[in-house]
């Protein structure tokens, strides 16, 4: 059984840092790429960044790109989202997710999820 536990979340102001966690259970984590994922209220959930099976490739949704870093620790099996200057635009629930294969924004593309940890960022 697959398990995603996402935890970091919490209320900031604009212009603060997070710093997201995903631990995994279940699956050869090293073995799959990974992707984070984000659903403000209203709103459909929308692709943030994916990262390779090893960690060798990233790729961000241009609305974070130079302020969101996603890696990954294979051995504590373990994905991070490191969010800098925070915007209210960004204020979700983040997500993590284990991909078919890397690279992908399309949510199909991915076969488990997380419960998703809230972050809400105030102006």
């Known amino acids: 059984q697959v398990v995603l536990v996402e935890s970091g979340g919490g209320v900031v102001q604009a212009g603060d840092s997070l710093r997201l966690s995903c631990t995994a259970s279940?699956?050869?984590?090293?073995?799959?790429?990974m992707g984070w994922f984000r659903q403000a209220p209203g709103k459909n959930r929308t692709f943030v960044a994916a990262i390779s099976s090893r960690g060798t490739n990233t790729y961000y949704t241009d609305s974070v790109k130079g302020r969101f870093t996603t890696s990954r620790d294979n051995a504590r099996n373990t994905l991070y989202l490191q969010m800098n200057s925070l915007e209210p635009e960004d204020t979700a629930v983040y997500s993590c997710?284990?991909?078919?294969?890397?690279?992908?924004?399309?949510?199909?593309?991915?076969?488990?999820w997380g419960q998703g940890t809230q972050v809400t960022v105030s102006s």
């Open positions: 279940g699956l050869t984590f090293s073995t799959y790429s």
């Open positions: 997710a284990v991909g078919r294969y890397y690279g992908s924004i399309r949510s199909s593309a991915y076969d488990y």
